[in-house]
């Protein structure tokens, strides 16, 4: 998940109401049907850290519903997340001589992986980021260039033994944008390490969690590893057939949970809609339409001879276990974008959509929140990582978790 913002945006917004909900916009009209709790938006600006704000959004919201004492107000620290994230990856890379690959991107699982082995921390205790490079927001258009050409140049070194004070240099790269990690801090009177913090505030536990999705090129009811350069942990996703995996996401939110959902926004449907830029995504049962969709073309405008009808929310394609999976072999459909679902809405014509958190700023009539058509979801989804319990029973059974 990399794609790269190139505007900076509000930090922070305010979640949505029902009166935002209702709220007309063009030729679409808004009502939820269910909403569970979510925390403010954010911003990851001009870096690829989707899958870190993404996946931070999702255990906020799972740590308030394990703990209801918990505000809405919880936000955890998105520096002390990819920190850690690059110098293992880079770790990674260098290991196999530059074959895993060292980008920007990230997915769901880094943040498991490193709650269950570092923990983590609430915002505020590090910078954000060091003041020094006179950022407000993630802006790694300086930061992120050269640590890649540094890792590259070890792991492509023709040296017959690696010196491994690199670690250190790398590690000093990332302390000089993010600062420190603390071994240990104080929040709300209480001192906490990392580790604490997720177990005895956060009362989460890493296990729980689990990585769904939905292809044909593999069995069904068993994991494997999802083949995407993001996924450089090489983590294990469980393989559903359509149906349930829809069932999967359509019930869980109906009995009050979230889920963290990875998938391809580069497509004609994920777009602003009309003169008010409606923020909803569908698959418009239309002719593609080249050039819409790019994270650049929905800041900066469509591309000339680009068209999305108006009424494109109104007729979507039949999607089909085949259209997926053709999608993802020929590369249509690609690791774009971590966001997180946590509500039903419905139009004035009773089609029901997924209620969706971005972390691109306060942007949009629903300041930073998205409608997304089911049969989007079912299109596009790469997969998504989601809370055990959280799944049918049934279908528990199935894939023995």
Not at 255 to 276: L, M, Q, Y
């Amino acid at each position: 998940m990399k794609k790269i913002l190139p505007v900076a945006l509000a930090a922070f917004a305010m979640m949505p109401t029902s009166s935002m909900a209702e709220e007309k916009n063009d030729s679409l009209v808004f009502t939820t049907v269910i909403e569970n709790p979510v925390t403010n938006i954010k911003n990851q600006n001009n870096s690829g850290t989707c899958w870190s704000y993404s996946s931070l959004a999702f255990l906020e919201s799972e740590a308030i519903k394990k703990n209801p004492s918990l505000k809405e107000d919880l936000d955890l620290c998105e520096s002390f997340l990819v920190s850690k994230t690059y110098v293992d990856r880079a770790d990674r890379n260098i290991r196999t001589h530059g074959d895993a690959s060292f980008s920007q991107g990230g997915s769901f699982y880094d943040a498991i992986f490193c709650m269950k082995n570092y923990g983590l921390i609430p915002e505020g205790i590090m910078p954000y980021p060091v003041t020094a490079y006179g950022d407000s927001l993630f802006n790694f258009s300086s930061f992120f260039p050269p640590m890649e050409a540094y890792v590259t140049a070890i792991s492509k070194s023709e040296a017959k033994k690696i010196n491994p004070a690199w670690k250190k240099t790398m590690q000093n790269m990332v302390d000089n944008y993010f600062g420190e990690c603390p071994t240990q801090f104080e929040y709300k009177g209480k001192t906490y390490t990392p580790q604490s913090f997720v177990k005895d505030y956060l009362k989460l536990d890493p296990n729980d969690y689990v990585s769904i999705t939905s292809y044909t090129h593999q069995p069904f009811y068993e994991s494997f590893i999802l083949e995407i350069q993001d996924n450089w942990r090489w983590a294990s996703s469980y393989n559903l057939p359509l149906d349930e995996f829809m069932r999967v996401m359509e019930e869980s939110i109906k009995n009050g949970w979230t889920f963290a959902w990875g998938a391809d926004v580069s497509e004609d449907g994920f777009n602003r809609r009309g003169s008010k830029n409606q923020c909803v995504a569908t698959v418009p049962d239309v002719k593609a339409t080249a050039g819409v969709g790019s994270d650049q073309s929905r800041w900066i405008g469509e591309k000339a001879g680009a068209k999305i009808s108006e009424n494109d929310g109104a007729g979507e394609k039949t999607i089909t276990q085949e259209m997926r999976q053709e999608g993802y072999d020929n590369w249509t459909t690609t690791d774009d974008h971590g966001m997180q679902i946590y509500g039903l809405a419905k139009d004035q014509n009773g089609k029901e959509y997924f209620m969706m958190k971005n972390s691109w700023g306060n942007y949009g009539p629903y300041k930073g929140f998205w409608y997304v058509s089911k049969p989007f979801v079912a299109y596009k989804t790469m997969n998504i990582v989601i809370n055990k319990n959280a799944v049918p029973k049934d279908i528990r059974k199935k894939l023995g978790i």
